[in-house]
């Protein structure tokens, strides 16, 4: 039985790291539809959520199945529960990336951005696919020490949305209002796309550990 177990809840991981590789590809192409004014690629991305959806539906599904199929013991437990947390934050970061593209698409033909913060979104852009990545490889590795280090990239996400406000306001800031708001939504986007990643792996170091970051790195 517990082996059937930890093979349901492998699964499950199986399908929360799929959920944050589609989510990391989806920002990927929303970037590039946003950087390039590319309706195709904004298109594409958008009508790509029912994928989404079915991974959420079906991790909900396992997870409430683990927790219908014994008692399970306390590791087994903070697993299941964490993956209920997981799917909602990855499921977010699919969310996000939609969003990305859909500002991409109601600005085309014209580009959603000035030509001087192209440089910000293409970094943010990296760094949320790179946080991605790194949140699908910790949820198979469970390795918390990897899991603590999701917060770098998101220290360096948390620097670029912080100097696109000098940007914005700069006294030399020429491009109205419109695009103002373009640029705060979209720095928004990726930094929440990047906060939902680490919340992945502080789960991970739960999952794991038993702690809390806090607490397993103070024990470290």
Known sequence: ???????????LTAVLGEMCELAGTAMARATQALLQADLAIAEEVIGDTDRMSQLTARA?????ALLALQAPVAGDLRGVVSGFQIVADADRMGALALHVAKVARRRHPAKALPEEVNGYFAEMGRLAVTLAKSAHEVL?????????????????MDDLHRHLFTVLMDKE?????????DVTL?????????????????????TATGKTPEQFQNVG
């Open 60 to 64: 909900e599904e396992q997870s409430f």
């Open 140 to 156: 198979v590795t469970r390795d918390p020490q990897a899991a603590l280090r999701l917060q770098e990239d998101d220290d360096a």
């Open 173 to 181: 800031w020429k491009h109205g209002v419109a695009a103002a708001v």
């Open 186 to 206: 979209l720095g928004r986007y990726y930094e929440r796309f990047a906060d939902h990643a680490v919340l992945i792996g502080r789960r991970v170091v739960f």
């Open 1 to 11: 039985m517990r082996t059937a177990y930890q093979e349901k809840l492998e699964a």
